[in-house]
């Protein structure tokens, strides 16, 4: 099956700077790759999702790049308020129909 | 629109005691599935559904099974608890395989 690993575990950042989480995967037929955002007691939210004929993708502050041949994703929140503070999980396609999560980095803004 | 509901929110079970958890998606998704997290471990993924009437077996399957008679609706079963089962229970539902899952709010489930 896949495997799907994020890195830090833990971030802290001050407001206004930027933060960047970095998820490899394991298969390389894994096409798919969404980032979800869970805050505190709440339900994970899909915050950007790309696919593999894409290398980039930017929505506001928020933006996703995948490296294929390293098998590579990385979330990128620039410009970070302490409303971004959560734990974001990244994920991957594998087989016909699921995804593998990662297990979650906590993302701390400092105000 | 309610997007995706779980019933219930909450529930405390003794060991061995059996329970259904509901899910329930108004977006006329095919892909049904659901999910366990446990602190430190994400999201596991536990049974699928890709259509009526059909399942599939996830990471964690055991001591678990499914249902899936109606589109909109995805049982969870516990056919006796275990206190390893105590856990957060989310459900999703997508359109396809490499669209967005969209998550309900997710069951407590304490299990002593």
């Known amino acids: 099956g896949e495997n799907v690993e994020q890195h830090p575990s833990t971030l802290s950042v001050q407001e206004g700077d930027s933060a960047v989480i970095k998820c490899t995967y394991s298969d390389s037929a894994s096409n798919y790759f969404p980032w979800y955002k869970q805050e505190l007691g709440k339900r994970p939210q899909l915050i950007i999702d790309i696919r593999s004929n894409v290398g980039e993708k930017k929505d506001q502050r928020i933006a996703v790049t995948l490296n294929k041949t390293a098998k590579h994703f990385s979330l990128h929140i620039t410009e970070t308020q302490p409303e971004d503070s959560a734990v974001y999980f990244c994920?991957?396609?594998?087989?016909?129909?699921?995804?593998?999560f990662g297990k979650g980095n906590q993302v701390v803004v400092i105000p | 629109n309610a997007g995706v509901t779980q019933t219930p929110k909450f529930r405390v079970l003794k060991t061995g005691q059996s329970m259904t958890l509901l899910c329930a998606q108004d977006m006329n998704h095919e892909y049904m599935y659901w999910y366990r997290q446990d602190p430190g471990m994400g999201l596991r993924l536990i049974h699928y559904?890709?259509?009526?009437?059909?399942?599939a077996k996830g990471e964690v399957p055991d001591g678990y099974n499914v249902s899936r008679l109606k589109k909109q609706n995805f049982l969870l079963g516990l056919e006796s608890a275990a206190p390893s089962q105590t856990s957060v229970y989310f459900c999703?539902?997508?359109?396809?395989?490499?669209?967005?899952?969209?998550f309900g709010d997710g069951t407590r489930l304490s299990i002593l």
């Open positions: 999703a539902s997508s359109y396809s395989r490499r669209e967005p899952q969209h």
């Open positions: 994920a991957a396609s594998y087989g016909n129909n699921r995804l593998a």
């Open positions: 559904s890709v259509g009526e009437g059909t399942t």
